[in-house]
């Protein structure tokens, strides 16, 4: 069974996030968990998640926050 959603990243963010994890060892784990969310529920329809809609950012340049302890990642939704 796939996952409903599917999490893509850009070559920009796999260098800085590969560049952070040398840096922040539960980086990793972290970004796990994140790719969980993200292809489960990005829309936070069950309410379990800090993930927020961003206001006035234009479009492709992370609508939604998705906060994990320290951590913030932003992301967009397209429809396929």
Known sequence: MSAPFTVRTSPRFDRLLN?????????????????????SDPHNRSRTHAIRKLQG????????RLRIGRWRF???IRSQ
Not at 57 to 64: L, N
């Open 19 to 39: 560049r952070l994890a040398r840096h922040h060892a539960e980086l990793p784990e972290v970004f796990a968990t994140v790719l969980d969310i993200l292809t």
């Open 57 to 64: 950012v234009p479009e492709g340049e992370g609508q939604y």
């Open 74 to 76: 932003r992301y967009d």
